[in-house]
T-cell receptor, first 110, second 116 residues
Framework: ELKVEQNPLFLSMQEGKNYTIYCNYS?????LYWYRQDPGKSLESLFV?????AVKQEGRLMASLDTKARLSTLHITAAVHDLSATYFC??????????FGDGTTLTVKP | GAGVSQSPRYKVAKRGQDVALRCDPI?????LFWYQQALGQGPEFLTY????????KSGLPSDRFFAERPEGSVSTLKIQRTQQEDSAVYLC??????????????FGAGSRLTVL
């Protein structure tokens, strides 16, 4: 059974600081997704990573994938308040379904 | 439509009642997924449709849960004889293509079910 573990589950950051969220998964997969969810809102797709060594960046967020280590990271650079949200990684398969981690709730404080 | 629309947004049911949750995917999207999200947890897969065909229902927790997409567009998730453990947010997501490649999902805002 595929397991996806994120850490930390809760993260409180000062504005302007850098931090990394980790996503470990237990079995081989060919796609890794990162989503953002604001309270009471839908999940918004951030990144799709399809191959070993893939790196994608959007604004202050950068995601990477190491399929050999079964590890993806979401790096936050110079955090701002607007980045406060819950971030989920999800591991997908050709069969369609994705298995999600439990999410990392990020709070960025002034 | 512009996005994935779900209704109702909130539903309170008495234990034992049947409920039906509706999902209107983005027009033309082939793939449609239902997920269940309990408070403080990540979404858990329930079922997947490609057009009108239900290709995977392995995540449905019991035979009280039933989903359909008869014309390959709107989908309904039905829960019979609701139990308190069914309380959760039910998320619908759709994607343009059949499952392959990046398969980016667009999620709806969810239907929050509370069973008393």
């Amino acid at each position: 059974e595929l397991k996806v573990e994120q850490n930390p589950l809760f993260l409180s950051m000062q504005e302007g600081k850098n931090y990394t969220i980790y996503c470990n998964y237990s079995t081989t997969s060919d796609r890794l997704y990162w989503y953002r969810q604001d309270p009471g809102k839908s999940l918004e797709s951030l990144f799709v990573l399809l191959s070993n060594g893939a790196v994608k960046q959007e604004g202050r967020l950068m995601a990477s994938l190491d399929t050999k280590a079964r590890l993806s990271t979401l790096h936050i650079t110079a955090a701002v308040h607007d980045l406060s949200a819950t971030y989920f990684c999800a591991v997908g398969t050709n069969a369609g379904k994705s298995t999600f981690g439990d999410g990392t709730t990020l709070t960025v404080k002034p | 439509g512009a996005g994935v629309s779900q209704s109702p947004r909130y539903k309170v049911a008495k234990r034992g009642q049947d409920v039906a949750l509706r999902c209107d995917p983005i027009s033309g999207h082939v793939s449609l997924f239902w997920y269940q999200q309990a408070l403080g947890q990540g979404p858990e897969f329930l079922t997947y449709f490609q057009n009108e065909a239900q290709l995977d229902k392995s995540g449905l927790p019991s035979d009280r849960f039933f989903a359909e997409r008869p014309e390959g567009s709107v989908s309904t998730l039905k829960i019979q004889r609701t139990q308190q453990e069914d309380s959760a947010v039910y998320l619908c997501a759709s994607s343009l293509l059949a499952v392959s490649g990046a398969n980016v999902l667009t999620f709806g805002a969810g239907s929050r079910l509370t069973v008393l």
